[in-house]
């Protein structure tokens, strides 16, 4: 039973993830209906319908989101040396917990929007650059993108993030949404389930995959030196990064995703053909080496790997990719802890006691 390893443990109307398949569905849509046709504000309306009373008539969140961005420009200023000082997802953590923790539309808008806002203000403060406040007019992923650089991206680039977010929204019972879940379950507010969240995010093993698999691809540097690199990090017991899942037995459907969006990307001249040439051959040498090492477990490609390069390619440091998977997965989160608020029970399971057991000796020593 160690890590809940088939446990149903919510019914959710929220994503389906079909580890056998290499599907994802949310809100009844397949993910490359959802990349093809929908914007991340959409995928957030899809997620939101039927939790929050406004969300109802299905009327889109744009212009409350872009409202919300701005709210929580304010709280930059909170950002003294000390925060600063932070690896950006801890530093985004503790700006988020300033919001009020309630329940309503408003708290889960701004919560949704604070990553997108806080993320780029950070990384600027860290540089000793000023932070661009929203245009709560803009797209989500082109202002976050704006916030960032201080122009107007290229729309190629404002397309790719706004892909990466509809991939990230949602997605099962992952580490991360059960905390939210559990969280929630307690009748705390959404501010406190997403701080929750975001602190079981920033693992490698779940959202802080990322940024390492940058670190592997540079350490690798040519598509030649990747089986010996990988082999001898096997060797030394360490796992390789963008790869293996809990639940998918075959390739994440987010990874084809990512791939697409980045071969759409260098078509257009926003990414180095020869980085994504690189990045391909090390999932291939990756792939060979791990079905040797593991040959009773499929470890296949999952959504970090590919992340990694399109997120470098947007010019997000690799520090702050994590912060860029939470601005994404906030509207999951929400939608998740909204459910269990209004359609599940407080979530308190059993362990199983394994130690000593008590004794008239051990008793008397304990008084
Ligand atoms: N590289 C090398 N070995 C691996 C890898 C990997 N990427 N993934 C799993 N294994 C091995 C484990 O060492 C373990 O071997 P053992 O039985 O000899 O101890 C075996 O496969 C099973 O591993 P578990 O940890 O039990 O499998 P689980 O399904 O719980 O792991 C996880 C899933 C945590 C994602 C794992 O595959 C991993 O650590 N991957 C690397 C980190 C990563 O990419 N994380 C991002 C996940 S995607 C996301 O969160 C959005």
Redesign the pocket.
Known sequence: MS?L?GVIAADTALSDVDGEAGRLIIRGRSLDELIAHCHYEQVLTLLWATLFPECDGASRLDEALGHARAAVFEHVGAADAHVLALPPVDAVRLLLGRLEDENDLQTALRLVAAPAVLTPAVIRLARGLRPIPPDPTAAHAADMLRMLHGHTPDPAQAAALDRYLVSASD?GL??STFTARVIASTRAGLTAALVGALCALKG??????PGP?LDMLDAIGVPGAAKPWLEAA?ARG?????????IYRVR?PRADAIQGTLQMLANAGGLQPARLQLAEAVEHAALEV?SR??PD?P?QT????YTALLLEALGFPREAFTCV?AAGRAGGWVAHAREQVLRGRLIRPLSRYVGPPSSPAADRLAV
């Open positions: 890590g390893d997605h992952n580490a490698p093993l779940h959202g802080g995959a698999v096997l360490e796992r390789l990064m963008g790869f293996g899942h809990r994440d791990l090492h593991k477990r470890l999952n959504l970090e790997f998977f």
